[in-house]
């Protein structure tokens, strides 16, 4: 029996190294060593004492927290909409439908649609209006970043919002509460879980989004996915694209912490 | 009795459910302070009543009053009634403490006043040590209290009990049937509890319905409904039942397995066939020659208390007899009962005509 159960474990012990560990510690033996292989604090201290690294980890941190905002302000009233709907499984595969086209084709609809001779734009002029400059600017970034994240916020917080037993619901409206303090009492609090799943799902990926913000923002807007991108493709400096990189995990396990799921017993009185 | 304003009241209700009628022109008063059962089997329907009390459904025809305002399209959040659900329902997110504070703090009463209520609530039902329990750490007895409590403190003017002990076992189920009573005699709400349990249903009540196919059986004090039932289901569903066909011979006088018996009922036609229901603690074993009927001991089965044996006469009757001592199976033996074990039951009688056939006999007497 333990030889049959050790078979099922191999093939997730191989992942597990060969995708996780393994990578994590090429990517901080790189981010730990300089050109010549020696063994360096440097790209540490380069990256904390730069004033650009800093202003990019911000422009990061500020960007995906909006992305993730604005994904969640529009997500959440939508996954309560959906589950209230009789084939809402049917209406919930349309919200995720968009996710399984390739985000590069995404994007270049997207081109097409907000580009100077684009759908919008052309349509604008046919009502005599002056074309707007609406691709690489910060807003169609926070747009389409937004657009294509929205299905992975909305997921999570249906699939909470649908496990919520309805006799709590009837319970509630019992005790003479009405639909607003069902939703604030008892169905928000019961799908934080769902809520907390989907803010690290939007904002982990939208700290290091590089090609939106070349193919939308323009490159006006720099995170730490171009920085990484531009060392290991342009300047070569597999180091310091490194060094971020370990920013990035960094930051991922910060938010994952912070996300985590309630203490009930430290929980407010 | 006249004189005291039900509190709730059913006129004619009726409620259709996707093209099936569920319930039946029901009629019902409820008044205040008292201990109601709705009793019947699964989908008979009597829960159906408690959603039309509670605001969980509107009736499709008929009225529905509370204090003597017509109710039925008024939400739940509205009304003044609670329920304690069969699941208990409680908030998962909240431990006990705010759990029965929900209802007062929708209300917006004052702190005090909340953690009063709280806590006097807590009390009543004996956990006032588990304020800061989380729910999940709860028994499922303790869970139930807990129900009661959250109900409670909303100070309704009836509590609906939807089936609240069917998940308990058999010996909390009867501490929770006495501290239910306990409680509504002494906080004098009317509670209406919903149960498949004819012996719970005898046990706490007042006044019982027993329910069938959607539509109110027969109504009454639990030893009314026991001693006089009147149809077969009634006398079948509520405690054990020795029913067999007879023929009312005259008043006072019926037929059966062969022989003529003195009973106690009257107000039949001459000759009309009826069936009889003698309850099996009222039939004693005695010797062949001094027994109403004889019968031969077939089985029997201790059940602790009593012996459950099982005779059959010489028309191939079954008999049920509960007997203080055990009987040897296979002996010929006489049954004795008295005039008064004897309940004779007509065929589709209403609850009106049975009402009134045994008020005009018995005021003869």
Do not use: C
Request: net charge negative; proline share 4%; glycine share 6%.
């Amino acid at each position: 029996m333990k030889k049959s159960s050790l078979t099922y474990y191999i093939s997730y012990i191989l992942w597990l190294l060969l995708f996780v560990i393994l990578p994590l510690v090429l990517l901080l033996l790189q981010a730990l060593t300089n050109q010549q292989g020696n063994f360096t604090l440097d790209n540490f201290l380069n990256y904390l004492s730069s004033g650009t690294y800093l202003r990019m980890t911000l422009n990061s941190i500020f960007y995906a927290f909006l992305i993730t905002l604005i994904t969640l302000i529009i997500s959440y009233p939508m996954a309560y909409f959906l589950t209230q709907l009789k084939n809402h499984q049917f209406w919930m595969l349309l919200v995720i439908l968009p996710t399984w086209i390739n985000l590069l084709l995404k994007a270049y609809a997207f081109i097409g649609l907000l580009s100077q001779n684009g759908t919008i734009n052309s349509t604008l002029s046919f009502f005599g209006i002056v074309p707007y400059q609406l691709l690489f600017t910060n807003e169609s970034f926070l747009l389409v970043s937004s657009y294509i994240e929205i299905p992975f916020m909305i997921l999570p917080i249906y699939n909470s919002l649908i496990e919520i037993d309805s006799n709590l619901i009837q319970a509630s409206q019992d005790l003479g509460a009405n639909t607003w303090q069902t939703i604030k009492n008892v169905i928000f609090p019961l799908s934080l879980n769902g809520v907390r799943t989907g803010i690290q799902v939007v904002f982990i990926p939208s700290l290091s989004l590089f090609m939106i913000t070349r193919l939308i923002g323009g490159n006006r807007v720099i995170t730490l996915g171009t920085a990484i991108e531009e060392h290991f493709l342009t300047t070569q400096n597999w180091h310091m694209g490194s060094t971020i990189g370990v920013v990035l995990v960094i930051a991922m396990l910060v938010t994952t912490y912070f996300t985590r799921e309630g203490n009930k017993k430290g929980r407010k009185k | 009795m006249a004189d005291i304003k039900p509190i709730i009241e059913f006129k004619n209700v009726s409620l259709d459910y996707q093209d099936n009628r569920v319930l039946h022109n029901i009629d019902l008063e409820i008044e205040q302070g008292k201990f109601y059962t709705l009793l019947g089997p699964s989908g008979s329907g009597k829960s159906t009543i408690l959603s039309l009390i509670s605001g969980k459904n509107s009736p499709s025809e008929g009225d529905v009053l509370i204090d003597g305002k017509i109710v039925n399209e008024l939400p739940a959040n509205k009304r003044e009634v609670n329920t304690v659900f069969q699941n208990y329902n409680l908030f998962p997110n909240m431990n006990v403490y705010e759990n029965v504070a929900y209802g007062p703090k929708l209300k917006k009463l004052p702190a005090k006043k909340i953690d009063q209520l709280v806590k006097d609530m807590l009390s009543l039902v004996r956990l006032s040590d588990f304020e800061q329990n989380e729910i999940t750490e709860l028994s499922g007895g303790q869970q139930q209290r807990v129900a009661i409590a959250r109900a409670l403190a909303n100070e309704p003017k009836v509590l609906l009990l939807d089936e609240p002990l069917s998940a308990l076992d058999y010996k909390l189920r009867k501490e929770m049937q006495y501290e239910l009573r306990e409680i509504q005699q002494r906080l004098g709400i009317t509670f209406i509890f919903v149960t498949h349990d004819q012996e719970e249903a005898l046990a706490m009540s007042d006044w019982i319905f027993v329910m069938q196919n959607g539509r109110i059986e027969q109504s009454g004090t639990p030893v009314d409904i026991y001693d006089e039932p009147i149809n077969h289901f009634v006398a079948d569903f509520i405690g054990e039942a020795n029913i067999i066909e007879g023929i009312m011979k005259e008043d006072y006088l019926v037929s059966f397995v062969g022989k003529e018996f003195k009973n106690v009922d009257a107000g039949m036609k001459p000759n009309e066939r009826v069936e009889i229901v003698i309850r099996p603690e009222d039939l004693d074993i005695v010797a062949p020659s001094k027994g109403k009927l004889q019968v031969t001991i077939d089985d029997q089965s201790f059940r602790g208390d009593f012996y459950e044996i099982t005779a059959i006469d010489d028309a191939g009757n079954e008999w049920s007899i509960q007997e203080t001592n055990p009987a040897k199976i296979g002996q010929r033996r006489g049954l004795k009962f008295d005039p008064e074990d004897i309940h004779i039951m007509r065929f589709n009688e209403t609850e009106e005509d049975f009402d009134s056939r045994l008020e005009s006999y018995e005021g003869e007497e």
